[in-house]
């Protein structure tokens, strides 16, 4: 089982200058993220702990690991010591656990705050609000072993196209208002779009995309 390696190249020739693409690889053996790795990909994002852990002990150690789900912090110890940037903190709690294992990793970790843009009740994040709430002066201070580079966001499950549009360029406004309070230099990774809206992510400013099923295929067993 290798990636589509045509569509990793056709999707490389489209993205700006600047972009890093996550190649979302849960559910998926090691020989696809290997024969991505072989083209020279490095950035890889896991959505279930126990996986990203397994997959980060073999494979190779420059590999940038990225987790982007759901997280449970009584699992946060078990990545804190290598995980690149984590897309999808999304609540107080996890902060303050990630803080806490950072510290004990003896690292600084760096972090995106994930915001709730779509219109469905059960995604994920925090409130606009809240973000800017974060960002005010020292409320960060609180989590010196934290660095927040920047937001993360996901769309509706929609086959409207003007919504999933609507929805990044809110969150490209407040990925701008983030870089008013803490400045452009520390706020710098917008994430958002995926397989299937990352052409509207890139046209509304987005820098990390994060893109699965056209570079692995469908996942059978999700
Ligand atoms: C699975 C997943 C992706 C990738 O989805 P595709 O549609 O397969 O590209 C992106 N972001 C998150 C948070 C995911 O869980």
Redesign the pocket.
């Known amino acids: 089982m290798t990636a589509n390696l045509e569509a990793y190249a056709e999707l490389k020739a489209q993205l700006p200058a600047g972009t890093t693409l996550v190649a979302?690889s849960?559910f998926q053996p090691n020989e696809a993220i290997e024969s991505l790795y072989t083209a020279g990909h490095r950035d890889f994002g896991e959505?279930r702990v126990q996986e990203l852990a397994a997959k980060a002990a073999v494979l190779p150690k420059d590999i940038r690991w990225h987790m982007?789900?759901r997280i449970q912090t009584n699992k946060i110890r078990e990545f804190a010591p290598f995980v690149h940037l984590v897309h999808s903190v999304d609540r107080v709690d996890v902060l303050t656990v990630l803080q806490k294992e950072a510290l004990r990793a003896g690292r600084t970790i760096d972090i995106l705050l994930q915001v709730h843009i779509a219109q469905e009740e059960t995604k994920a994040g925090f409130s606009p609000a809240e973000v800017l709430g974060l960002c005010a002066v020292n409320v960060l201070n609180e989590y010196p072993n934290l660095r927040v580079v920047g937001l993360m966001g996901?769309a509706s499950l929609t086959e409207d196209r003007n919504q999933i549009r609507s929805e990044f360029a809110r969150l490209a406004g407040l990925y701008r208002a983030a870089q008013e309070q803490l400045g452009v230099g520390q706020i710098t990774v917008l994430s958002m779009g995926?397989?299937?809206d990352y052409d509207l992510a890139l046209a509304e400013g987005g820098n990390h995309i994060?893109?699965?099923?056209?570079l692995f295929g469908a996942r059978s067993n999700q």
């Open positions: 979302v849960k959505n982007i789900g996901m995926m397989s299937g994060r893109v699965g099923s056209l």
